[in-house]
């Protein structure tokens, strides 16, 4: 038998499947080419965790919504929403793959470069590709939310969250690329600034308060699940911060040398930018031949530094805090039972 | 006295200083580097020719619409799609500046250089916030289509029309860029067809159909809008293939050399390949470093291989049928008017 969890994903997918469906069909009618970069977009949009779609689900059924397929539909948007944004991150990062796999750019430029293209070329094809595929799936998520049936207050309201998440993820994409080309390395402030409007509020404080918006929860809800949803969504970012330095490379898939390597902005580099341990860890961030040994020294004196122990702290505090507004009293105690195991997920993953 | 055009134009961008400042507003909240992003992209938006509302409102008024701020906030919605659209397009066609001045990428690449940045470093920051501000204005589109005030149903057409504007640019541009890594030369029926979707669509049809639907139009009219629009915007890019080889560098302001030096897929081209004279032509499309005699020479053999009469005779059939979709009898005598001018202004410029 299906866990409740796994129908309700099932849904989502079927909502993207059509999606995808229709859009084939009409790409198809303009050219087979147009036709397959749908096919490549769709691709890189299944296969993931359905993480954003899976709290608008919890939100709403532990507020007694009840029209599965509306909220499937709000869940999608979500999941197309958060494609486009990794398709353009990853033009602005200039990656062709995602967790191993050739991403639109990749595909494009692996395709252009076995059909005999320089690679200057098919790189270049690849990126023009994704910024193409962003910009559908981006249009796509609106087109999502326009499709619902709900009434036309819900509606607008819905659409109002999804244009915040879109503004403030282009503003902390915006920051990330400022923050790594300013000669001065950023405060933790400002790198917590960038993370939450960059991830935390598309990933975590939207979903939520669409799912409770469709279910006609009370402002009251909906503004404690931003508050929460902002909390959870800081937690979860500086724990991407430790594991990409600290973590167990076999259990997050992720080399723990990446952020190192590429000199990446993160609570621990901005902790560490203030302290007298600076002088012996600049020169290894950002050297893009960093050595295991070399990742070693950098990660003993962010302990010593106490960059490590803030980060620690940090977790626990937005943790706590999030934990905290599930405890006032407009919260209905279902959604407190489904919404305190994300916390725990969260900080498991560094435990 | 203004004129009821410069009347009109105000109007939208009237529309457009209310949508920058209300976001600049939010984005200095985030962070003033978010909200010289939006400084940039309004740069970017303003000055032009507001072809787009222009169309909008010929359409709209002709056919007896009175609502003048909606028909000016469905204009500046095809106005910021155009600012999209080429501003990704100029990512894509790693461009760093349009008519002379610098775009979004040479706004942020030119900051960075002055800076001290090194170039690859800055232009690439200048792509990044390129990328970041097409989504903006992407989104920015819809969002003010959805602050309408007209009945839902209205506005759901219209936002139907803003996708389908979308979804066709979105596979015209990825045409353009297949065709033109394509080591075959495509048919001129492929250069149409690319042509037409990457600009007639969203530049003609959908500003034309939007004035009439949001005027409450029959299906007949807005039908034959579309058809209209087709014609008369494959006309205007074909004027553009030809002015680029052919044209008064003085009248349009942009060099003859440029669509040969970087061997673009024009109708020109195009036929040429079909012919005998292509060997003769071939080795200088594409050339980079093309010099003014080589350029004569190409010209001389593109008259007498028969492409430039190709390309006349083109524009006369796609205008031609233009003007006959006017003379339909559901199409009133007011609308007729004022499109009748619009082909003879496209067709002007080759006169």
Request: contains cysteine; hydrophobic residues 45%.
């Amino acid at each position: 038998m299906k866990t409740s969890n796994e129908a309700r994903s099932e849904e989502v997918d079927a909502v993207l499947d059509d999606f995808f469906s229709l859009a084939k069909r009409r790409a198809n009618a303009v050219s087979q080419r147009y036709g397959d970069l749908w096919e490549v977009l769709e691709r890189n949009s299944v296969g993931g965790k359905r993480f954003r779609p899976r709290l608008v689900i919890a939100a709403y059924e532990a507020l007694g919504g009840e029209d599965r397929e509306a909220c499937a539909r709000v869940g999608a948007a979500f999941e197309l929403l958060h494609t486009a944004l990794i398709v353009h991150d990853d033009v602005i990062d200039r990656d062709f793959s995602r967790r191993g796999i050739p991403n639109v750019s990749g595909s494009y430029r692996d395709e252009a470069t076995t059909a005999g293209i320089s690679t200057p070329q098919a790189e270049h094809r690849g990126m023009s590709a994704a910024v193409i595929a962003g910009d559908l799936a981006l249009s796509g998520a609106s087109r999502l939310l326009l499709g619902l049936t709900c009434d036309e207050v819900c509606k607008s309201r819905l659409l109002d969250i999804l244009d915040e998440a879109i503004f403030a993820s282009a503003g902390g994409e915006l920051l990330d690329v400022e923050l790594s080309l300013a000669p001065e390395v950023p405060t933790v402030a400002e790198v917590l600034d960038m993370e939450r409007a960059k991830t935390a509020v598309y990933s975590f404080e939207a979903p939520l308060m669409a799912g409770a918006v469709l279910a006609g929860a009370d402002a009251a809800v909906v503004d404690s699940l931003e508050e929460f949803g902002r909390e959870v969504g800081i937690a979860y970012q500086i724990v991407d911060d430790l594991l990409g330095v600290f973590g167990d490379e076999e259990a997050t898939g992720k080399t723990t040398l990446g952020d190192l390597r590429e000199g990446k902005r993160t609570v621990l580099v901005a902790y560490a930018a203030a302290t007298d341990d600076w002088f012996a860890i600049r020169p290894f961030i950002g050297k893009s031949d960093l050595t295991v040994a070399e990742a070693e020294h950098v990660r003993a004196r962010l302990v010593s530094c106490g960059a490590r122990d803030l980060a620690e702290r940090l977790i626990d505090e937005h943790a706590s805090r999030g934990l905290a507004v599930l405890g006032r009293p407009e919260i209905p105690d279902d959604l407190r039972q489904v919404l305190t195991p994300i916390v725990e997920t969260v900080l498991a993953r560094v435990r």
